[in-house]
């Protein structure tokens, strides 16, 4: 099952989560706030294998991040996140231990506009 929140800590142009970020107003009838043990018995009912986060940075809502991950382990649920992975070392350590892949994406490809 795929899931995700608002908010990243780039701003890439065209980007869907910029678009959510930018015009929250117009999209704030389409989202919706379920708790943690919500959406693992959604994913154990519709019979998914695991739950990954993309479309936004999951990581700019770290700790509903981890409660997600720490909920669908204890179902059997792999977890992973699409992300720009900015963020710590020690944070890459925590992240670890709760989920199975990363998919990394670079936002260019040379250094300048990496940065
Ligand atoms: S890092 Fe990803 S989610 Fe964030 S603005 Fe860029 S493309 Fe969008």
Redesign the pocket.
Known sequence: MQVSGIG?N???RG????IFTSNSRSVSGALKRIPPGKVVSKAVEEACEGIAFC???PLVSYYTFMGVAEAAKKEGLFTGIST?CYFTESAAHLLAQKIDFINI?F?GASDSRYR
Not at 15 to 18: D, K, L, Q, V
């Open positions: 990243c780039f701003s890439c980007c869907i989560s910029g479309l936004n940075e720009n994406g936002k």
